[in-house]
């Protein structure tokens, strides 16, 4: 995780993004804080990068990679206002562990287009395009992951990242916003998680779907009053933040959150975070 110490919203490349409303920075931090205090309270091990200045949108770790059991696929993003994020996220897996970095050619943004189920199939990665990642990464990532990677199209630009349509709910269940997607990986999805929760458009636009799932506990924002239903209604808990000011910038939950898959951690999800 990456506090919003830089936070603001001074550019828009998304739809969620308005210039013209201000964010409150203390706020702002203070929300980061209680997401960050919650999963360790629930067990989570959580590690900071540091923020730094010129990067308002660092805040969502999210998108700075994506690991598979000690190997991680670097993000290469889209706009030039967030390019040099990725450069602090290698810096962390390189210097801060045993990490197997892997340097992307094509334009993806980690965990922002793509999700991990250990235990579905013997182990796929989801992944999203459309908006922001390019499908030819899907396949980079594949080579370096040695993981089947599953292309989804995303269509409705509210739901620009993977991360806003789709998550996790443990290691081989999901819940998705079926019309965030094409018609076709609609029915791929459907053949693939035919028991997935199904959410309304009602629910990813309050950000329910950017959750983070360890499997038992749903951490999600406190605008996700439905979602956080329906997934009590699955059998997981609901575990709800307030993080309205993060929302500003187009993320929530999992935006700010980068899992950190280690290896062993099947049965466990998010057991690092």
């Keep these: 995780m990456c506090p919003p110490e830089h ?20 706020r702002a931090l203070t929300q980061w804080e209680s997401l960050r ?23 969502y770790s999210a998108n700075g990679a994506f690991s598979v059991d000690g190997a991680v696929y670097g993000a290469r993003f889209r706009y030039p206002q967030r390019a040099d994020e990725a450069v602090a996220h290698r810096s962390f897996y390189e210097t801060g562990g045993s990490w197997k970095f892997f340097a992307p050619q094509h334009v993806n943004e980690g965990e922002g287009d793509f999700a991990y189920l250990p235990a579905a199939y013997g182990g796929i990665v989801l992944a999203g395009y459309g908006f922001r990642t390019d499908p030819a990464a899907h396949a980079e990532a594949q080579e370096v992951l040695g993981r089947p990677v599953i292309s989804l199209r995303l269509v409705d630009p509210a739901f620009y990242h993977l991360d806003t349509a789709l998550a996790a709910l443990d290691d081989r269940h999901v819940t998705y ?8 990986s609609q029915r791929v ?19 329910g779907l950017n959750l983070v799932s360890d499997g038992r506990h749903v951490i999600l924002n406190t605008d996700a009053i439905g979602m956080g239903r329906k997934v009590r209604d699955a059998g997981y808990q609901p575990v709800h933040v307030d993080l309205s000011e993060l929302k500003r910038g187009g993320g929530s939950v999992k935006c700010a959150v980068a899992e950190l898959r280690t290896g062993g951690d099947a049965g466990q999800p998010g057991a690092q975070r």
């Design 37 to 59: 205090s919650t999963l360790v309270n629930l067990g989570h091990e959580v590690h900071v990068l540091d923020p730094r200045p010129g990067l308002p949108d660092m805040v």
């Design 7 to 26: 936070f603001t919203v001074e550019y828009a490349i998304n739809p969620w993004m308005d210039t013209t409303v201000a964010v409150d920075a203390g």
């Design 177 to 184: 916003y079926p019309g965030a997607f094409s018609e076709a």
């Design 189 to 207: 999805l459907a053949q693939l998680f035919p028991d997935a929760v199904l959410a309304d458009r009602a629910d990813a636009e309050a950000f």
